[in-house]
C-alpha cells in the first residue's frame, strides 16, 4: 500500500474504533428510531453483553489502528534497529 493509503487507514481503523468503543454507552444507542419501532431490536441492544462486544470490536479496531502505525514508522525507517552482539 503506499503511504497516503496507509495513513488514511490507520486513521479510518482509529477513528472507528474510538466510535464503537463509546457509542453502545452514549444515550443514541438506546434512543433511536429502531430502538422505539422494534421490541426486539431493543431487546438486543440493550443487553449489556452485546454492548461489551460491540465496545470490544471498537478496541480491536483501535488495536490495529496502532499495530499498523508501528508498522509504517519501522516501514519508514523511524526506528532504530538494535545491533547483534
Avoid: H
Wanted: with cysteine; charged share 15%.
Amino acid at each position: 500500500m503506499s503511504r497516503a493509503l496507509t495513513i488514511i487507514y490507520i486513521l479510518f481503523c482509529f477513528e472507528m474504533g474510538v466510535f464503537l468503543f463509546v457509542l453502545p454507552w452514549v444515550s443514541l444507542w438506546s434512543k433511536n428510531f429502531f430502538v422505539a419501532q422494534y421490541p426486539w431490536v431493543s431487546s438486543i441492544a440493550l443487553n449489556y453483553f452485546v454492548r461489551g462486544a460491540v465496545s470490544g470490536i471498537g478496541l480491536a479496531d483501535i488495536w490495529l489502528a496502532l499495530f499498523e502505525l508501528w508498522r509504517l514508522r519501522r516501514q519508514l525507517g523511524l526506528v532504530q534497529t538494535r545491533s547483534a552482539r
